[in-house]
């Protein structure tokens, strides 16, 4: 009878020893050790809220490493009678109380950056205020500026009915690799969406499309390239937008103070992501950042003193006695469900498709309403040159197409560190305790799985092999003689 090979039985697993749980422990805790940096240098370590009015909460907070504080005004854009504002073109610089209070606004923040070698204001980037463009003389979109170290660099967040959009800034649109905002593909220009009813720019960006500004050094040259003054911590102010476009931030840093650092502009862009901003701009900070309120007044310290005097601002109206319509100015609608809509703790890519919000064009004499001027004269349109892709399907004042997937609000973790993932849908990074519980766990359990000695010098029996090979096994014993 021909000789039949054995089958042989494959070796039992073995469990990971004391060494290898060693080094899985090890690097685990250098992982953790990597948190803090991967969080930001800050972590907010207290905060209070209050209701300003229907709609709108204010944060007052504090991070440490260094001590800052900072005031965030959350504006729920869909609650009845909430409107956004900003200032109209004016002969004089004004506080932003004294703005706030003639207005009748809720709540106001200071806006873009201005020159100050004049005695009309004059804003750095486009702005509108109360549905006009501001006169081209009046902004950034000037003849006499185009020359000036900041012409055409800003971005900027529109209001409109039923809308909001926002503009990249130009190193943003030269770098590529975005999918929405407005005219996308083209370098900047003075255009702005037909219906416009309020606009504020500022640059640098610090939150593009969810994925928040970080460099290996906050005070590195190549950090915010656009913005030399970014890489030293100052007082700040900056405007954000959740991805569903439904909520508004207008957030305020103290500095320059012994009870209030300020930030970096690295530091700024975390702060902005914490809150829950998708996409988030710059604006004008050191002394001219101030938030004022209608109950409590200035709710900072600014750096100078006493309030100063800017060229715009942004307000929100709120509450059945703001005299304004019941039916919020600016409410995007939510996605309707549907079977091919993402959940709305993800929400989509913006690279998984669904046409650009493009507003359309209008323009920016000064004399034209916002909601019924046609294209600039002068706006100097033309291809970029980036990778960005075509804009698709404009639109005259009406609701933008809007691929509007929302923002999962992740909260600290008892160690004070969030991290956002991602682009729309962002998670929460575990904090050391927790970490260090995922590293005491999974010892354990390895340690569990160990095979159990039953005496001195006996090996736990291996496992068995399936059922099949053992049959075969017999077989060939049966054959061989073997009993």
């Known amino acids: 009878m021909p000789r039949r090979s054995r089958l042989l039985r494959s070796p039992a697993p073995r469990s990971p020893g004391p060494r290898a749980l060693s080094a899985l422990a090890g690097a685990l805790l250098l992982a953790l050790l990597a948190l803090p940096a991967a969080c930001g240098a800050q972590t907010i370590s207290s905060r209070s809220w209050s209701t300003v009015a229907p709609g709108v909460r204010l944060l007052s907070g504090r991070t440490s490493s260094p001590t800052t504080r900072f005031w965030a005004l959350e504006i729920a854009l869909c609650t009845d009678y909430v409107h956004m504002a900003a200032s109209s073109a004016g002969t004089a610089r004004r506080t932003t109380s004294s703005w706030g209070s003639a207005a009748g606004v809720v709540a106001a923040v200071n806006g873009d950056f201005f020159r100050t070698d004049t005695s009309t204001p004059v804003t750095y980037g486009q702005a509108v205020g109360g549905g006009r463009v501001w006169p081209a003389a009046q902004s950034g979109e000037g003849g006499a500026y185009t020359g000036d170290w900041y012409y055409r660099r800003y971005g900027w967040i529109a209001f409109g009915p039923g809308w909001v959009e926002f503009s990249h800034t130009e190193a943003v649109r030269r770098a590529g690799g975005t999918s929405e905002g407005f005219l996308p593909g083209r370098a900047t220009t003075g255009e702005v969406p037909s219906g416009t009813v309020a606009l504020v720019s500022g640059f640098p960006e610090l939150v593009t499309e969810g994925r928040r500004v970080t460099c290996a050094s906050p005070t590195a040259t190549g950090c915010f390239a656009d913005r030399s003054d970014m890489r030293s911590r100052n007082p700040r102010t900056a405007m954000g937008l959740s991805a569903d476009r439904r909520t508004f931030w207008l957030v305020v840093v103290d500095g320059r103070s012994s009870v209030s650092a300020g930030m970096y502009g690295t530091e700024l862009a975390w702060l902005m992501s914490e809150l829950g901003a998708w996409q988030a701009f710059n604006l004008d900070g ?51 469900p549907d079977a091919g809509v993402a959940p709305a703790d993800a929400g989509p890519s913006p690279s998984d498709g669904g046409a650009p919000a493009d507003a359309g064009p209008s323009s920016s004499d000064g004399g034209a309403s916002a909601a019924d001027a046609g294209p600039e004269a002068d706006a100097g349109a033309g291809d970029a040159g980036s990778s960005l892709e075509d804009d698709a399907g404009r639109h005259d004042g009406g609701a933008p197409p809007r691929d509007a997937g929302a923002v999962r609000t992740a909260g600290l973790s008892p160690d004070g560190c969030a991290c956002r993932l991602g682009r729309r849908g962002r998670g929460t990074a575990p904090g050391p305790s927790a970490a260090l519980g995922a590293v005491l766990a999974l010892a354990l359990a390895h340690r569990r799985a160990r095979p159990r000695r039953r005496s001195a010098g006996l090996r736990a029996p291996p496992p068995a092999g399936p059922p099949e090979t053992d049959q075969r096994q017999r077989r060939d014993e049966r054959e061989r003689g073997v009993r």
Do not use: I, K, M, Y
């Open 286 to 336: 050191g002394g001219s950042s101030t938030l004022w309120t209608a109950g409590g007044g200035v709710e900072n310290a600014p750096s100078d003193g006493s309030s100063r005097a800017v060229a715009n601002h942004w307000g929100v109206f709120a509450g059945s006695g703001s005299g304004r319509t019941r039916a919020p100015g600016s409410c995007v609608p939510a996605p309707a």
